[in-house]
């Protein structure tokens, strides 16, 4: 059974840094794609990034490039969301996520993950 648990939300102020972290277990880890979601409050969930099963590609979201750096550690069964520069607008709970195929390509849609976790909020205060 996957499970996929997410941590390290919290409140920070604009401009500060926090680190999500997602332990994965009931799957073989190191064969899929895994990827970080977020959804504010009323709007619909959106891409954050993506990293491919072996570390070694990622692709970002525009909103959260160069700000965002996602990775992974195929030993540790866990992928980070390592969030600097904060912004009010990247308030929203997030919600790590497994590609729904071992070796897949990168995708950035909801629909292409199978399994999510429960979600942690973060949220950037002004």
């Known amino acids: 059974q996957v499970q996929l648990v997410e941590s390290g939300g919290g409140l920070v102020q604009a401009g500060g840094s926090l680190r999500l972290s997602c332990a994965a277990s009931g799957y073989t880890f190191s064969t899929y794609n895994m990827g970080w979601f977020r959804q504010g409050p009323g709007k ?17 979201a525009d909103s959260v490039k ?9 030993t540790k069964n866990t992928v ?34 199978g399994s999510w ?10």
């Open 66 to 74: 160069g700000r965002f750096r996602i990775s992974r550690d195929n």
């Open 80 to 113: 980070w969301l390592q969030m600097d520069s904060l912004k009010p607008e990247d308030t929203a709970v997030y919600y790590c996520a497994a590609r729904n195929r071992p070796f897949g390509t990168l995708a950035a849609e909801p629909v292409d993950f």
């Open 117 to 126: 976790g429960q979600g942690t909020q973060v949220t950037v205060s002004s």
């Open 44 to 60: 619909e969930r959106e891409f954050v990034a993506t990293v491919a099963w072996s570390g070694g590609r990622t692709y970002y």
